[in-house]
């Protein structure tokens, strides 16, 4: 006994990181038993025509011609005995067949004594033999249905009589007819795939706890942990929510398509890359990859494609009208860089995509490793908000704030530390990558333009005899890059006029949002290609100008056909939820009224202060639990028509009682309570203004504050956390044991966010 209890003392580390791989292989496993398993049977389906009131009977065989822009996995008709008492006998043949060549693509085989009654409403699936791959647009298919009789029952098929669509015909053992037969495409089933996915994404959570607590053994450095720990935890976000996923990622993502076709096409002329416009390669578009709702169905089709390479002509780029973001690209370059080299290698769409979310997460990874080396104080809160699920979402997408949460962490890491670090005196070189950070960063996002005053924290007596002309000149640039940006001076300008550009953007946006809640389900047809509504206005940005009319696509939701290939199923008809098949029209100015063009600019709230107070305490009653959870990651995806994934509130107390520790952690640096206080304040002043400007984007009549977010305090975070009580510091230093914990927290989030989109 003494010598087991002997082994395990001498390698009580080896065998305490065993048992917390055990542990999660249990917990995925148990997960696997009562959540996973029994999803094999999910599909993906939508409506080709759900539409029959009556029935025709099929002597010799039906021949239907349909058109369709997805992929093809199984094929279901409303089928029906033509008398009850005799129920046909006999095989029943479905042949597909491309209408323009009259190549067979795929047939399936049944026995009709399986069919499903068609008199109850029920649909019978007939698996495809092959996998039908659409060809990146609309088709036209020939259906022939041919029956083989063994008995006297005869089959029947559910159809709509009239209003024959375009492009499609019906023919009845060879006499044409005036209808369409009721239809359903499946282009996915789930079948095993998300039993093998699963499996290799709890792997990579294992394998992450366990490097992690091997690092942790090692004593690895704090700032070292923080890399490897954004690596790893932000590529698990990237693979469970794929691009598109982020909020407002498309618009980002066409940003840094623009930025990397116009490097890789050097004829392309730059004017021609408009706010409105998106340039890609004509092949940069999958309908199934282009949706802001991951399913269980994304994941399947982006393995699928993830290898495919791109055959478009070098250096050929198409335009699409897309909207982007703004018309700076000083926060795209990374990921624009990232989708270049993509373009260069001949990847396809999918494989781009993620070359350029890499891009950004590693430069992410970088610099926040950095701020944390650098930081002479505060290195827990720095290293805990690099790693909360929301900065990791960010981190690992398009979205700028990838790069802008880089930058501000580095940005006031290195401040502090001219401040406050070891150096005594500082040169000219020591300022000069300070400034080019505040270059980056006032452009990019203005709100975030009080950072700069950290420069008032450094000592005199560090900068020598001309101090104050050194941090009088630093503003000054930093003042500078704010004027010269036009979309600052824009957004400034619409703040200080009671109605104009802003208020209509915000009225038509609004307007938008409106009709896409209030649309009727239509019924479920091909959707076309069409430009998207633009993006929500950040805090501190210009918004860019909105038509009148923009249109929107949404994936149709899955109908469950839960069937093997060759089997026959029931199935109920398939109805469209809104956003399904077409684009939805909308027209945001018959909507908008004279109250939408008056919103809370700054002339507004100095004559109505107390509306103005109104509007903050109803957001913070109404909001404010949206708020505290869009800080920490409590709602990722994308947020909007209802769309993100939420989190258990058990995992958002967590992450603030992580947040509460990193807080009481001994920072081991010696900062002045009145510094503190005044890192607090420039903190503060950046959170005033991301209020301030979504207030200026609020319609006078709203109860809350339009579009705010809470994480649009996570650049400053750090700064927020700066001041706290001496009486309630933790007395031993666990800077990297709470790393340890935030990873195991994060695996736990992400556990949570597989299972949310399972169950979409």
Sequence with gaps: MQNILNFCNKHRRALTGALLCFVLFAVFAAVWLTHIRGQGDKSSSWAINDQFHSFIPIEEQMEQRFTCDRDLLALSLVLAAEDVDTPPEGDLELVLTDSATGEELARSTGDMRYIYNGWDNYYTTLGLDRFVENPGQTAEYTLTLIPHYTGEGRLCVGYEAGGMPAGVALTVDGEAVDGTVALLGTEARVGGFLTKFYWVFAAGCIATAALGWWLYCRGAALHRLVFCGVLLLGFLFNVLLPPYAAPDEKYHINQSFTLASTIYNPHLPVAQSHIRDTLRRPSDQDALIQVDETTVFTWQHIVRVLGRPNTDPTGYTQDFPEYQVDSSYTLYWISGLGVLVGFWLHLGFAATLYLGRLANLAFFAFLSAWAVKRAPVAKPVFATAALLPMTLHLAASYSRDSNLLALCFFFSALLLDLAFGPRERIGWKQLVLPVV???????????????????????????????????????????????????????????????????????????????????????????????????????????????????????????????????????????????????????????????????????????????????????????????????????????????????????????????????????????????????????????????????????????????????????????????????????GDCRRGLVMAAVLVDIGVLLNVFLAVVAR
Aim: with cysteine; aromatic share 8%.
């Design 437 to 731: 950070l505040a270059v980056l960063i006032v452009p990019s996002k203005v709100v975030y333009l009080p950072l700069a005053a950290l420069i008032l924290l450094v000592p005199a007596a560090r900068l020598g005899r001309f101090s104050r002309w050194i941090k009088g000149g630093f503003l000054a640039v930093c003042a500078a890059a704010f004027l010269l940006n036009s979309g600052a001076a824009v957004a400034l300008t619409n703040f200080t006029q009671t109605s104009g550009t802003a208020a209509a953007g915000a009225a038509s946006l609004i307007a938008q949002e409106q009709a896409l809640s209030q649309e009727e389900p239509a019924p479920a047809a091909q959707s076309e290609s069409a430009p998207d509504p633009p993006p929500s206005a950040a805090p501190g940005e210009s918004a860019p100008e909105t038509p009148a009319s923009e249109p929107q696509s949404e994936s149709a939701p899955a109908t469950s056909v839960p069937q093997a290939q060759g089997e026959s199923v029931p199935e109920q008809p398939a109805t469209a939820a809104p956003g399904g098949g077409g684009a939805v029209q909308t027209d945001a100015n018959s909507m908008s009224t004279e109250e939408d063009l008056t919103c809370y600019t700054l002339p507004y709230i100095l004559s109505h202060p107390l509306n103005t107070f109104e509007l903050c305490v109803r957001s913070v009653v109404e909001e404010g639990d949206h708020y505290l959870s869009t800080l920490v990651g409590g709602t990722l995806g994308y947020f909007g028509l209802d769309k993100p994934l939420d989190l258990a509130w058990g995992w958002v107390l967590a992450l603030y009682a992580l947040l509460a520790l990193a807080w009481l952690c001994p920072d081991g640096g010696a900062m002045p309570l009145p510094a503190r206080w005044g890192a607090l304040a420039a903190g503060l002043c950046c959170c005033g203004l991301a209020v301030l400007g979504c207030i200026s984007w609020t319609p006078t009549y709203y109860d809350t504050i339009y579009g705010f977010q809470g994480r649009y305090f996570l650049p400053v975070l750090p700064l927020l956390l700066l001041v706290r009580p001496r009486a309630l510091c933790l007395a």
